[in-house]
Antibody
Framework: EVQLLESGGGLVQPGGSLRLSCAASGFTFNTYAMNWVRQAPGEGLEWVSSISGAGGTTHYADSVRGRFTISRDNSKNTLYLQMNSLRVDDTAIYYC???????????????WGQGTLVTVSS | QSALTQPASVSGSPGQSITISCTGTSSDIGGYNYVSWYQQHPGKAPKLMIYDVTNRPSGLSNRFSGSKSGNTASLTISGLQAEDEADYYCSSYTSSSTRVVFGGGTKLTVL
């Protein structure tokens, strides 16, 4: 059974940094691309970033490019999202999601974690 | 404003069929067969219901089906059940730099 467990969320001031982690189990981690998707309180879904199975290819939404960095450690079956220069409008639940494919070029999100809440506020 | 346009709400009675539309452009839905649909119950994580326009994940009820015509994709749920009441989101690959776009979501009410 695929399991994804996010951690690292919390309260941070505008301009601050935070690193999210997602521990994966139940599948061959390095075979699949992984994604981060966020959902602001009471709002819809917004794709944030993807990374290929081997970690060599990454993609970002325009809203986070240059501020967020996605990475993975396949030896630890763990996905990361380093978030810098955080803004109030980055406040959201951040979900880790397993992709249907290896490349991450056409994100299709087959399994989701339960999410971790990031609140950016002074 | 979301890149893909969905109706804010739809409703139906148990046993009936409903269809949720998702309208984009030739840069996303119309240009590629990478349309997905997700179901989200309140306080829960989304769940994949349809991928690549028409495909159902293994084990998912065949009451759920997807289609596409031009720049509009659709999700049809037949034989409505109370447990189908949820928010539904469409998404598509896009040739724009942001790569993936979602619809604003549709709240399905089972009367």
């Amino acid at each position: 059974e695929v399991q994804l467990l996010e951690s690292g969320g919390g309260l941070v001031q505008p301009g601050g940094s935070l690193r999210l982690s997602c521990a994966a189990s139940g599948f061959t981690f390095n075979t699949y691309a992984m994604n981060w998707v966020r959902q602001a309180p009471g709002e819809g879904l917004e794709w944030v970033s993807s990374i290929s199975g081997a970690g060599g290819t990454t993609h970002y939404a325009d809203s986070v490019r240059g501020r967020f960095t996605i990475s993975r450690d396949n030896s630890k079956n763990t996905l990361y999202l380093q978030m810098n220069s955080l803004r109030v409008d980055d406040t959201a639940i951040y979900y880790c999601a397993k992709d249907f494919r290896t490349s991450g070029s056409f994100p299709t999100l087959t399994h989701w974690g339960q999410g971790t809440l990031v609140t950016v506020s002074s | 404003q979301s890149a893909l346009t969905q109706p804010a709400s739809v409703s139906g009675s148990p046993g009936q069929s409903i269809t949720i539309s998702c309208t984009g452009t030739s840069s996303d839905i119309g240009g590629y067969n990478y349309v997905s649909w997700y179901q989200q119950h309140p306080g829960k994580a989304p769940k994949l219901m349809i991928y690549d326009v028409t495909n159902r994940p293994s084990g998912l009820s065949n009451r759920f089906s997807g289609s596409k015509s031009g720049n509009t994709a659709s999700l049809t749920i037949s034989g409505l059940q109370a447990e189908d009441e949820a928010d539904y989101y469409c998404s598509s690959y896009t040739s724009s730099s942001t790569r993936v776009v979602f619809g604003g979501g549709t709240k399905l009410t089972v009367l």
